[in-house]
Structures are given as structure tokens and as C-alpha cells.
């Protein structure tokens, strides 16, 4: 058993290494991929604390990627991925009042999906340069993903990307953040319709097999191992930290979810050995996940718009992963239990709970008043999905656990949400400020399956 083997989480798929893995995104047989095991690394631990973020990114990941990727690549793959972060710090972690916030958005598109995206897209340039092959992305985006999955593979030798967006229902600053970049290989496609009008053409492009072998379709949404991998890295990175500024042996993290990839791989850091106690799951009024946790029933509601949106999601798509470890790694069990939630739209697990996870509700009141104390009492602005994340928190401190916070977006990013708590739009950041003035590219096109490969093959 190797971490550097993949397995599917339905058992349908014949073991695959990392750069495969990579590759294929969801496994053939509609499960996740993961590793066939999980390196202790407790002994490593005392030696990691002096580690800067890339050699310590390198540490942690090295393991999972076994000879796919020389050492020497790897580590340049990962230093260029980082050196892009606007501190060298790269995930600075600062007290904050009662908490620690580690701060995941210093990346170019100040959302924490930058630290996977950024790994992601010189991951998939220097596969494809070893393979000889091309790449083109798809995506649909109801904000943050679009943007840091352009941000991530722009100028990249192999790849082209296109990400569909609801025509005028994006902020239009996101909207800036991915129509304004120039380079050549990005395509952004303006849909006409809503964001479920975008995930039903990407679903129904990458059903369309033939096309999706002749146009080498990939991937780049959170069920992609190479996302969950990066982002375990600074779960020891901010332990760390803060294990040096306070002499604790353990720590909790809070962490703003959607779609279970973030806290994800905070599980996965807790099984190599990362001194971490609890893991807070916060989500907004959109709580199927904080609902699971609580009771064990996984039952699907409607959802519901917030100032998070980054966490509007009822269908976490990277729980399943969980799942597989939930129940003891039995695929069989996997399969079942997706098939009835499919069914039923309700699943139940009934073993007692996971003594690991505490989870909570921060809704939109909370949302607020969480902001406007953060900003009266210590002049730091919490934006709307670290704010959920705060909120949830705040039930689960205790003295001898500090909690770290996740912050995973600039406030800047989110500025109706700041004028919203604050009274005024108090938080601006430089780099959104510049897009301002940048020329704009866009298409504007039918959701539709036909309209969208037609366009995909006269690009290309
Ligand atoms: C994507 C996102 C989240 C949710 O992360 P998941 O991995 O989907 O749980 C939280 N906050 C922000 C700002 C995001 O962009």
C-alpha cells in the first residue's frame, strides 16, 4: 500500500499514480480518486517546524507523488507556484482578538483556491510537456474557481481554458478578474442563463465521450486530488505557527465550507499526524454539511443565496470522499450509500459521530455582526466567508486548544458584503483596483451543449 497509488472511492478503477491521477480529475467509474494510503509522518514533525512554506509544501506532498514527478521538478513546480503569493510568508498567520486567522489569500486572485490552482496549472504544464499532449480546460464558475483556475494555467504551453459564467450575475469585479486577462490561451464564455445553466452544458460536454477524448477535456474543480493535496500543506503550516506563539501542544481549525474540500484536507493532515485536535466545520444557511455533523443524516435542501456565496452549495461534491473513510474504506458500502442518496436525496449513518468535527451555522445576522465586532475591537476586516468561520468558532474555544480561523478570501473581493456591515465600502485592494481600467474579452453565447463544443473546436 503506497501513498503514491490511487484508488477510486467506488473500487472501479485499477490503481493509477499521481500524474494519472491528476489527469483523469473524477475517476472513470464516477467515484473520487485517493491515495491507497496515508503516511504517518509524526516523527517528521519536529523537523518540519523550520521549514519554509515551499519546503515544507514539498514535505507534505512529496510523499503522494511519488516518481511521477522528479524531486527536482516538483520542487521548482512548487516554488513557482508560491512566488506568485504577495508575502514570502506565503500563508501569513496573525492573532486576531480570541482567535488566529491564517490568511490563505494572498495569491494573484485573493481567494485560498489560488494555493491549489497555482500548483495545479504547473502540475498540469509540466505533465503535458513530459507527455507531449494538450490540454483544454472547462469550467463553469459562479466566481472564485473561474478566476483562480485562469489565473492558474494563463500563459501555459499545452492548455487552453474555458470557463462559462452566467452573463451578469457574477460580481463585476469577478467578472474583471477573469475577462481581463490577456493572454492568448484563456476564453471566457459569458452564458446566457444562470449558473446551473452552466454546470448542466459542462456535464453534458464531458458525457459527450467522443468529444471529450478527440478535445482532451480536463478538469480543474475541487475533485481533483492535486487541489486536496496543496491544501494540506498549511494545516501544518499554521499549527505550526501557532503552536510557536502560544506553547501549545494541539490546536483547533475552523474552517468557511462548501464544497468539503478545504476541510477535506485538514482530515487528510490530521491522519499524517498534524497537531491538530478538532476541525470546526462552518457553514452558512446552506447546511447540509454542519447538519450531517451534528445528527448523521446528509439530506439535500434548496439552496439558498447569502453574502458567502463561495459556501452556497447543498451537494458538497468532495464528501464522498469522507464518506469512503467514514465507512471504513469499504467501496462497496461507497456505492451504496451514494446510489440511495441519489434516490432518496437523504442518506443516514448511524455509528456514533466523528469526535474530530464540531460544526455550526453562522448565518447572515451572524455573518454581519461577527464583521462589525472584528472591525470595532481589532481594525481587521473579516471577509463574509472567513466571518461564517469566525462565528462558528467563537462556540468552540477552549484554553488549552488555540483555534485558528481559515481566512479564505480578501474583503475586498466581497465589497457589498463589507458596505453591507460596515456602512461603507472600507476594504479595497490595489490589484482589483488596477482591473478597473483593463480592456475586457468575452464571448457571449447559448448554454447549450452544441453551441458551446463548436465553439471549443473553432478556438482550438
Ligand atoms: C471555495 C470557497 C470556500 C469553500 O471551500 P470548499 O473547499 O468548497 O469547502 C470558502 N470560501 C471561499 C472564499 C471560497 O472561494
Not at 108 to 115: G, Q
Not at 242 to 260: D, K, L, R, Y
Not at 321 to 338: A, H, I, K, Q, T
Request: charged share 20%; with cysteine; aromatic share 10%.
Amino acid at each position: 500500500m503506497s501513498a503514491s497509488e490511487y484508488v477510486s472511492t467506488r473500487g472501479g478503477v485499477a490503481r493509477v499514480n499521481f500524474a494519472d491521477a491528476v489527469m483523469m480529475g473524477l475517476a472513470d467509474d464516477g467515484g473520487l480518486l485517493l491515495p491507497a494510503a496515508i503516511p504517518d509522518m509524526r516523527a517528521q514533525l519536529a523537523s518540519w517546524r523550520s521549514l519554509s512554506y515551499s519546503d515544507l509544501a514539498y514535505a507534505v506532498m512529496s510523499p503522494f507523488v511519488g516518481d511521477a514527478i522528479p524531486a527536482a521538478a516538483l520542487k521548482d513546480i512548487i516554488c513557482r507556484s508560491y512566488a506568485t503569493f504577495a508575502t514570502p510568508a506565503v500563508v501569513p498567520v496573525r492573532r486576531c482578538g480570541r482567535v488566529h486567522i491564517a490568511e490563505l489569500f494572498h495569491g494573484p486572485t485573493l481567494a485560498f483556491k489560488d494555493v491549489a490552482l497555482q500548483f495545479l496549472g504547473n502540475v498540469f504544464e509540466h505533465l503535458l510537456t513530459q507527455r507531449g499532449g494538450k490540454l483544454n480546460i472547462l469550467g463553469a464558475t459562479s466566481g472564485d474557481t473561474g478566476s483562480a483556475a485562469i489565473h492558474g494555467v494563463r500563459g501555459k504551453a499545452g492548455v487552453d481554458i474555458f470557463i462559462m459564467f452566467p452573463d451578469g450575475r457574477v460580481s463585476p469585479l469577478q467578472e474583471r478578474q477573469m475577462t481581463t486577462v490577456p493572454d492568448a490561451n484563456v476564453h471566457c464564455i459569458a452564458i446566457k442563463g444562470t449558473f446551473d445553466d452552466g454546470q448542466r452544458v459542462l456535464k453534458e460536454v464531458f458525457n459527450d465521450l467522443g468529444f471529450k477524448r478527440d478535445y482532451q477535456l480536463g478538469a480543474v474543480n475541487s475533485v481533483n486530488w492535486a487541489r486536496v493535496l496543496a491544501q494540506v500543506v498549511y494545516y501544518f503550516w499554521s499549527a505550526f505557527r501557532v503552536q510557536e506563539a502560544t506553547g501549545a501542544a494541539t490546536v483547533q481549525v475552523s474552517v468557511p465550507t462548501g464544497n468539503f474540500g478545504d476541510i477535506f484536507a485538514g482530515y487528510i493532515a490530521v491522519r499524517m499526524g498534524a497537531p491538530i485536535r478538532r476541525l470546526v466545520l462552518a457553514t452558512n444557511e446552506n447546511d447540509i454539511l454542519s447538519r450531517f455533523f451534528r445528527s448523521g443524516e446528509y439530506s439535500q435542501g434548496a439552496v439558498c443565496p447569502t453574502l458567502s456565496p463561495s459556501m452556497d452549495i447543498q451537494v458538497a461534491s468532495n464528501f464522498e470522499r469522507y464518506l469512503y473513510y467514514r465507512v471504513g474504506e469499504n467501496s462497496d458500502r461507497v456505492r451504496e450509500l451514494m446510489a440511495a442518496f441519489a434516490r432518496d436525496k437523504k442518506i443516514v449513518i448511524t455509528d456514533g459521530g466523528d469526535s474530530l468535527f464540531a460544526a455550526g451555522r453562522g448565518d447572515t445576522a451572524m455573518t454581519i455582526e461577527t464583521i462589525r465586532r472584528y472591525y470595532a475591537a481589532e481594525k481587521y476586516i473579516l471577509d463574509p466567508h472567513t466571518a461564517v468561520g469566525v462565528a462558528v468558532a467563537e462556540q468552540y474555544l477552549c484554553d488549552d486548544a488555540p483555534m485558528i480561523c481559515l481566512a479564505t478570501a480578501h474583503p475586498a473581493k466581497f465589497s457589498a458584503a463589507i458596505e453591507q456591515a460596515l456602512g461603507s465600502d472600507l476594504a479595497k485592494h490595489p490589484a482589483l483596483e488596477a482591473l478597473k481600467d483593463l480592456p475586457v474579452r468575452r464571448v457571449l453565447l447559448e448554454p447549450d451543449k452544441r453551441v458551446i463544443e463548436d465553439y471549443v473546436k473553432a478556438t482550438v
